[in-house]
């Protein structure tokens, strides 16, 4: 079963930076599409980021495109989400997300397997 687990969210001033991490484990990385969404109180979740599968090509959202960078490591099966820049509408609850063998896509709806969530919270 595959298990994703986030981590390095937490409280930074706008216009600081925070990098995630997202652990995964129990299947190979590059047999799957991964992306980075977050959820804002009161909004729908949103595609922020993400991988192809196999890595071979990287997708950003409007909102980010320029602060954010997503990266991997196919060794040590995580994927990293830095954050430059940060607004105050960045404010959200951020998840990882796979799907096997899937499509490069930022709806949510397209991927089946999700991690916990971690909070990001920017604010001065």
């Known amino acids: 079963q595959v298990q994703l687990v986030e981590s390095g969210g937490g409280l930074v001033q706008p216009g600081g930076s925070l990098r995630l991490s997202c652990a995964a484990s129990?299947?190979?990385?590059?047999?799957?599409?991964i992306g980075w969404f977050r959820q804002a109180p009161g909004k729908e979740r949103e595609g922020v980021a993400c991988?192809?599968?196999?890595?071979?090509?990287?997708y950003y959202s409007d909102s980010v495109k320029g602060r954010f960078t997503i990266s991997r490591d196919n060794a040590k099966s995580t994927v990293d989400l830095q954050m430059n820049s940060l607004k105050p509408e960045d404010t959200a609850v951020y998840y990882c997300a796979a799907e096997f063998r899937g499509s490069s896509s930022l709806d949510p709806s397209d991927f089946a397997s999700w991690g916990q969530g971690t909070q990001v919270t920017v604010s001065s």
């Open positions: 129990r299947f190979t990385l590059n047999n799957y599409a």
């Open positions: 991988f192809s599968i196999g890595g071979k090509s990287t």
